[in-house]
T-cell receptor, first 110, second 115 residues
Framework: KQEVTQIPAALSVPEGENLVLNCSFTDSAIYNLQWFRQDPGKGLTSLLLIQSSQREQTSGRLNASLDKSSGRSTLYIAASQPGDSATYLC?????????FGTGTRLTIIP | DAGITQSPRHKVTETGTPVTLRCHQTENHRYMYWYRQDPGHGLRLIHYSYGVKDTDKGEVSDGYSVSRSKTEDFLLTLESATSSQTSVYFCAIQVTQGGNTGELFFGEGSRLTVL
């Protein structure tokens, strides 16, 4: 059974800082990994999808990397803004029973 | 949003009553999922479907059943609702790209309160 861990569970940083969110998974036999954000009371918004043939994917200020052999993915956020405050979730795609991490709650302090 | 609609968006019901939540997609994606989200537990998979009449259980399937009689609709039924099933329910579809399963997209959620 896939187990997904996201550390830290919560993070507060001043506006403008660069930051890294971590995702670890136990089953490295995955074919994709997706990062989401979730605002309070809202659904999940897809941020980035990394396919197994890729090592990283970029979208604007976001950069996600994937190291299947070590069971790790990181989400790098550059020049953080208050609007980045949300919960960030990762989802490794290893089989049909897709298991989420518990998320990192990010707060950007103006 | 990949054309996903959940209904109802909010529902309050009493213990012991049946409840059905509907997930509708406007495209013809094969994979559909139902999750519940609770404080302290994150998102947990209830059931998923990989085609019409093809469904399987997730990690928290007890007390829930699903049906998929046509591609666009995936129904989640609580046969006899209990207070422990008070939660926010999310439906998701997985977009197929070039024959490979790809990105997951979520609906806006259905908030269920069981009194």
């Amino acid at each position: 059974k896939q187990e997904v861990t996201q550390i830290p569970a919560a993070l507060s940083v001043p506006e403008g800082e660069n930051l890294v969110l971590n995702c670890s998974f136990t089953d490295s036999a995955i074919y994709n990994l997706q990062w989401f954000r979730q605002d309070p009371g809202k659904g999940l918004t897809s941020l980035l999808l990394i396919q197994s043939s890729q090592r990283e994917q970029t979208s604007g200020r976001l950069n996600a990397s994937l190291d299947k052999s070590s069971g790790r993915s990181t989400l790098y956020i550059a020049a953080s803004q208050p609007g980045d405050s949300a919960t960030y979730l990762c989802l490794p795609f290893g089989n049909e029973k897709l298991t989420f991490g518990t998320g990192t709650r990010l707060t950007i302090i103006p | 949003d990949a054309g996903i609609t959940q209904s109802p968006r909010h529902k309050v019901t009493e213990t012991g009553t049946p409840v059905t939540l509907r997930c509708h997609q406007t495209e013809n994606h094969r994979y559909m999922y139902w999750y519940r989200q609770d404080p302290g537990h994150g998102l947990r998979l209830i059931h998923y479907s990989y085609g019409v009449k093809d469904t399987d259980k997730g990690e928290v399937s007890d007390g829930y059943s699903v049906s998929r009689s046509k591609t666009e609709d995936f129904l989640l039924t609580l046969e006899s609702a209990t207070s422990s099933q008070t939660s926010v329910y999310f439906c998701a579809i997985q977009v197929t790209q070039g024959g490979n399963t790809g990105e997951l997209f979520f609906g806006e959620g259905s908030r269920l309160t069981v009194l």
